[in-house]
C-alpha cells in the first residue's frame, strides 16, 4: 500500500508557458501533501506543504503566485509552475502524508525543462 | 536553527559493510527517517526510529540516540545497486519534516 502517483512523469515547455503537474495518493487518504524541488545533485528542497482545502504553507523563498498549489482532495493536489522560464527547469516530487508523524510516501517526481 | 549533518560522500567495496551517520539539531523529535535516492529517481522509504535503539530490516539497520542526536544506517553486503544517495530526515515538534543534504554511497567491486 500507500502508492503515490505522479503525472506527467516529463514535460518539456517553452519560457512563458504554464505546466500544471498532478499528485495523487491511489490508495490512501493523504493528510498532508508536499512539493519538493530537487536540482542536479542537490537534495531535496521543500516548496510548500498543503492540506487539502486550506491553502498552502510556502517555504521562504519560494514564489507563491508562480508556483500555484491547489489541494482539491484527500487524494489529490496539483502545482502549477506559471510562466515557467529555464531556471524552472528541475526534478519536482511530491510527497504524501500518512498518519500522525506524516510518513512520507513519494511519487516518482517530474522532470520539467523549459527551453 | 534546525540542522541535520552527514557526510556528503563514501566509498564501499562490495560485500562490505558501510555506516552512514546523521546527527540533527532540532526543535522538538517525532522521529527519524531514512530513504534511499537513486540518481534521477524520488525517494524511496528505508527506516523509521522514535524510540531508541537498532532496527533490523534485511540488510538494512537503523540506529537512534535521541540524547546524543544521532542515527546511522548501517548497510551490509553491500551489493553494486545499493550506489545511491541516502536521506536522513527528521520530524520536529511541528511534524515538519527536516532533510539532510544526503550522503551519496559509491560502490566499487
Known amino acids: 500500500g500507500a502508492v503515490v502517483s505522479q503525472h506527467p512523469s516529463r514535460v518539456i515547455c517553452k519560457s512563458g508557458t504554464s505546466v500544471k503537474i498532478e499528485c495523487r495518493s491511489l490508495?490512501?487518504?493523504?493528510?498532508?501533501m508536499f512539493w519538493y524541488r530537487q536540482f542536479p545533485k542537490q537534495s531535496l528542497m521543500l516548496m510548500a506543504t498543503?492540506?487539502?482545502?486550506?491553502?498552502?504553507?510556502?517555504e521562504q523563498g519560494v514564489e507563491k503566485d508562480k508556483f500555484l498549489i491547489n489541494h482539491a482532495s484527500l487524494t489529490l493536489s496539483t502545482l502549477t509552475v506559471t510562466s515557467a522560464h529555464p531556471e524552472d527547469s528541475s526534478f519536482y516530487i511530491c510527497?504524501?502524508?500518512?498518519?500522525?508523524?506524516?510518513?512520507?510516501?513519494f511519487g516518482p517526481g517530474t522532470r520539467l525543462t523549459v527551453l | 536553527g534546525q540542522n541535520i549533518d552527514q557526510p556528503t560522500e563514501m566509498t564501499a567495496t562490495e560485500g562490505a559493510i558501510v555506516q552512514i551517520n546523521c546527527t540533527y539539531q532540532?526543535?522538538?523529535?517525532?522521529?527519524l527517517f531514512w530513504y534511499q535516492q537513486h540518481a534521477g529517481e524520488a525517494p524511496t522509504f528505508l527506516s523509521y526510529?522514535?524510540l531508541d535503539g537498532l532496527e533490523e530490516k534485511g540488510r538494512f539497520s537503523s540506529f537512534l540516540s535521541r540524547s546524543k542526536g544521532y542515527s546511522y544506517l548501517l548497510l551490509k553486503e553491500l551489493q553494486m545497486k545499493d550506489s545511491a544517495s541516502y536521506l536522513c530526515a527528521v520530524t520536529d515538534s511541528n511534524y515538519q519534516l527536516i532533510w539532510g543534504a544526503g550522503t551519496k554511497l559509491i560502490i566499487k567491486p
Open positions: 532540532t526543535s522538538g523529535f517525532n522521529g
Open positions: 498543503s492540506n487539502e482545502g486550506s491553502k498552502a504553507t510556502y
Open positions: 510527497s504524501a502524508g500518512r498518519g500522525q508523524v506524516n510518513e512520507q510516501f
Open positions: 490508495d490512501f487518504q493523504a493528510t498532508t
Open positions: 526510529n522514535v
